[in-house]
């Protein structure tokens, strides 16, 4: 099965028995990231992490501070 990066637009070819082949042909909005791609995006949000600003808000709570 030959897929597409969605960030470095490179083609790759995946096993098309394998189970990330099978979840991209059913779930086709589901996106493939390359190994290069989402080992990058893991160590920028790691640095993110380590610098103390990052915060993830739940919908709750953004609701309630709205009130």
């Not at 490179?10 to 989402?38: G, Y």
């Amino acid at each position: 099965m030959k897929v597409q990066c969605v960030l470095c637009d490179e083609f790759h070819t995946l096993n098309p028995h394998s189970l990330q082949a099978k979840r991209l042909r059913n779930r086709w909005i589901q996106m493939f990231l390359c190994k290069t791609c989402d080992e990058r995006i893991r160590r920028n949000t790691n640095a993110r992490h380590a610098t103390g600003k990052f915060h993830l808000y739940n919908e709750d709570v953004q609701k309630d501070e709205l009130i």
